[in-house]
């Protein structure tokens, strides 16, 4: 009997009281600012309210009118448009500069591409974009002098890359390349530099060149990176806005309108918080289902059977 009371929740959770008590304000943090306003703004989507005055309960009505918005079904279309070059440069252009890192034969070269590569992340992100704004400027950005150098545009012909509906979804594809991801560069290396010394001299002596060692060896060994970068560059992706903040303001136009962007508008320039909640709670399933999707797939598909040779 004593025994059995000794193996209850309440006992043990007495016994590893000390425990519990430091993880405590993590918990409270974690319930107040992620648990309680994601469940406050399920429960907003189903009312109108514009913030300050009384809600009115409305149901799914918010809902209904979403996928009717042909701002908003338009914006999950740029989405996607933007979503795929970048998460696949995210992922893919760090692993090829660390590979060209890895395989610099000078040691002392190796350690200045390692800090250059870094060098971008000193400066907040914000001010990146700035650089890139004043890259992109109608008459004396570096890109209008670089076509017009090369041919691909007139003298003094003036393209304006972000009020341009031809050229703005381009521009943001390329915005930020190739500095891309420094750290990643970095957790790529160090993957690298794990592979056994031993593996390496038997595929040379096996007569394998520096490519079919990178396909055959490097990748399958650094699945669990890709997988890493992948997920949750996908996440970070399907819900930044930082861009249209910055630099378009979801210009020109609605061309550069994606579902947060148009979630931001909707609360703090037309005060349509629940209507703007319904959209924060789409998003939300939206990225926990494409996440779930991308994990099995990940641990299951062509990179586990790669991973698994």
């Known amino acids: 009997m004593d025994k ?3 193996n209850t929740l309440g006992h043990r959770i007495w016994k590893n009281k000390n425990a519990y008590l430091f993880i405590l304000p993590l918990l409270i943090g974690a319930v107040g600012f992620c648990y309680y306003p994601a469940i406050s703004g399920i429960v907003t989507s189903l009312f109108n309210w514009n913030g300050t005055g ?3 309960f409305i149901g799914l009505n918010n809902y209904s009118d979403l996928f009717k918005d042909k701002i908003f079904v338009d914006s999950i279309g740029t989405m996607m448009i933007l ?7 995210g992922v893919c252009m760090p692993l090829l500069f660390a590979e060209l890192i890895f395989n610099t034969q000078s040691k002392r070269m190796q350690s200045f591409y390692r800090i250059a590569v870094l060098l971008p992340m000193i400066a907040p992100g914000v001010v990146g974009m700035l650089i890139w704004q004043n890259i992109f400027q109608p008459t004396s950005g570096l890109f209008s002098k670089l076509m017009e150098s090369i041919g691909l545009i007139g003298k003094g012909e003036v393209i304006d890359f972000l009020n341009d ?5 381009p521009s943001v594809i390329i ?3 190739p500095w891309v991801n420094g750290t990643n560069i970095l957790i790529y290396i160090s993957g690298m530099n794990a592979v056994s010394g031993e593996v390496i001299e038997a595929s040379e002596l096996d007569g394998c060149g520096t490519w079919r060692r990178i396909f055959s060896i490097d990748i399958p060994l650094l699945v669990g990176q890709i997988r890493y970068f992948f997920i949750f560059g996908l996440i970070g992706l399907l819900q930044d806005y930082s861009i249209q903040i910055v630099l378009t303001n979801g210009g020109p ?3 550069t309108y994606v579902p947060g962007w148009y979630m931001y508008k909707l609360a703090f320039t037309s005060g349509r918080y629940g209507y703007a909640c319904a959209i924060g709670t789409v998003l939300f399933i939206a990225i926990l289902s494409i996440s779930l999707v991308a994990f099995k797939l990940m641990h299951y598909g062509p990179f586990a059977k790669a991973q698994e040779e």
């Open 4 to 6: 059995a009371k000794k």
């Open 54 to 56: 009384a809600r009115e």
């Open 175 to 177: 915005l930020g390349f």
């Open 253 to 255: 136009g609605y061309d």
């Open 83 to 89: 979503l795929v070059p970048r998460l696949v440069i």
């Open 165 to 169: 509906s031809k050229w703005v979804i």
